[in-house]
């Protein structure tokens, strides 16, 4: 199975991106460069799948004797429904991003989201402790972020969503989960609000797909972040196409500090090879492959 630089052959070990889309994405480049530094014969793919075929593609992946998947959007949540084992932590967060195949085919859901983000922050010197943040989205990917900060100890967690229902069913569970006491407010999509809330926090955070860039076409924001971001606040995009996307461009022109979806991306990256290789990540290798 060690084969550096080989040829996809018969003895290649796959791995799995499913999600929708899936064109923009980066993580094949990233986790082949490794697999290939690394001296494995696997093998790294991104297929688009729709949801209502997300089983299908689970169980289809364990019949081909795929060694892991990674999960992007839309999928993070629902695919709890289709794994046969979920890691303690991801059943907590109730979202999954890595799926790892035993030899019996069995699915084993993970969340290596949350730390990937957390370090993404500490890579740029953010601590988030007894910090105020202001977080954009309700699902997958938000619930990762949201779940990392609390187990990080920030003091107020301000959360907006375009379902202001799933905004509050979050904080519901965050508010069960959190031993220690924690400031949450749900708000609306609002200027005054989202401005209120900027004002008082040292970082902003978006989590959902708003401001994505795929085939020419961009997810506007329901209300541009020109109007409601201020000066001074550290802006983390999850988003990481376009590289500078309309948040962090509007808090550049602020004179914010902020990064993209890349450092996440990168550091979710390690943590999920890791689980499917068992062996240490090349990670310089694959901040490389990144458009940092």
Not at 30 to 47: K, P, S, T
Not at 107 to 135: E, H, K, P
Not at 252 to 280: D, I
Request: hydrophobic share 50%; proline share 4%; net charge negative.
């Amino acid at each position: 199975m060690i084969k550096s630089g080989s040829a996809i052959d018969g003895h290649t070990a796959w791995v799995a991106l499913l999600g929708n889309p899936v064109g923009h994405s980066f993580s094949p480049a990233m986790h082949n460069a490794a697999f290939q530094a690394a001296g494995l014969n696997w093998a790294y793919g991104a297929y688009r799948v729709e949801a209502d075929r997300l089983g299908e593609a689970v169980r289809g992946l364990a019949a081909l004797g795929f060694r892991g998947a990674n999960v992007t959007v839309p999928h993070k949540r629902a695919v709890l429904d289709v794994l046969d084992q979920i890691d303690e932590r991801a059943a907590r967060i109730g979202a999954v991003n890595t799926i790892v195949f035993d030899e019996a085919g069995r699915a084993t859901g993970y969340n290596t989201d949350s730390d990937g983000f957390i370090r993404g922050l500490q890579a740029d010197g953010i601590d988030v402790a007894g910090r105020s943040i202001l977080l954009l989205g309700a699902g997958g990917g938000a619930r990762a972020v949201a779940f990392a900060l609390i187990d990080e100890g920030v003091r107020q967690l301000t959360i907006v969503n375009r379902s202001r229902e799933a905004a509050e069913g979050l904080m519901a569970e965050l508010q069960a989960a959190c031993t220690d006491k924690l400031d949450m407010q749900v708000i609306n999509w609002d200027p005054a609000a989202l401005r209120a809330a900027a004002a008082e926090a040292a970082i902003v955070i978006n989590a959902t797909s708003l401001g994505m860039s795929t085939q020419g076409l961009q997810t506007p924001y329901p209300i541009d972040p020109a109007l409601w971001l201020c000066p001074g606040l550290f802006v983390a995009d999850l988003v990481y196409q376009p590289r500078e996307t309309v948040l962090l461009a509007a808090g550049r022109a602020m004179g914010c500090r902020g990064q993209n979806g890349l450092a996440m991306l990168l550091y979710q990256g390690v943590a999920a090879w890791e689980r499917w290789t068992g062996c240490p990540a090349p990670v310089d290798v694959m901040q490389r492959a990144l458009p940092f």
